[in-house]
């Protein structure tokens, strides 16, 4: 069983266009967490959400609007998608909360390439 | 702001040597550090994770250090094997966060047999 799974694997998409990434884990973990690892492979936090809660939005632009029906579940809907968007999108999960969040669980990725 | 630096960025030993992975890391005022591997179009698999009141942490072949005094982290592979090829990263927990680890470039590893 997948810990941590997002649909889908790889978005190709033109510019302008509004796209989907959905997220899972069956862990049981109370934090899940958006990240974006750009072309130079650099890894950074997006969002960050605590029983559907969120915590953290790190500047990102409010184009990238994430949703957390439950605790199990984070989605990111991006609007107007532009050419720097093209990343891999990574979701992970945590056991704890707060500062010290335990070790995270990410998801294999999802490839989006803006035309 | 904590910056997390990995050198080098590549690496390619012969199969059996042992590895030595480097992380270093600004702000010694960190809750953990975590070591992961990830393969090529692949998520991040977790490896260790050293709380900082550790020195160190062991799993099979791997073992993780932490110094934080002197800001550093070394992942120690022994015995390499050609399925230990990926890119390392490691990251950091800085006081501020919500998960809001600062990650390392990475160091990609091949282990020619």
């Known amino acids: 069983d997948t810990a941590v799974s997002q649909t889908p694997k790889y978005l190709v998409t033109q510019m302008g266009n509004d796209k989907s990434i959905k997220c899972e884990q069956n862990l049981g973990h109370d934090t899940m967490y958006w990240y974006k690892q750009d072309s130079k492979k650099f890894l950074k936090i997006m969002f960050s959400y605590n029983n559907k809660e969120l915590i953290i939005n790190e500047t990102v632009p409010n184009r990238f609007s994430p949703k957390s029906p439950d605790k199990a579940h984070l989605n990111l809907h991006i609007n107007s998608l532009e050419l720097g968007d093209s990343a891999v999108y990574f979701c992970?999960?945590?056991?704890?909360?707060?500062?010290?969040?335990?070790?995270?669980?990410f998801g294999e990725g999802s490839r989006l390439t803006v035309l | 702001k904590q910056e997390v630096t990995q050198i080098p960025a590549a690496l390619s030993v012969p199969e059996g040597e042992n590895l030595v992975l480097n992380c270093s890391f600004t702000d010694s005022a960190i809750y953990n550090l975590q070591w992961f591997r990830q393969d090529p179009g692949k998520g991040l698999t977790s490896l260790l994770l050293?709380?900082?009141?550790?020195r160190e942490q062991t799993s099979g072949r791997l073992n993780a250090s932490l110094d934080k005094s002197s800001g550093r982290s070394t992942l120690y592979i022994a015995a390499s094997q050609p399925g230990d090829s990926a890119t390392y990263l490691c990251?950091?927990?800085?006081?501020?966060?919500?998960?809001?680890?600062?990650f390392g470039a990475g160091t990609q590893v091949v282990v020619t047999p």
């Open positions: 990251a950091a927990t800085p006081p501020d966060s919500w998960g809001k680890l600062q």
């Open positions: 992970a999960s945590s056991p704890g909360q707060g500062y010290n969040t335990g070790e995270l669980f």
């Open positions: 050293i709380q900082s009141s550790q």
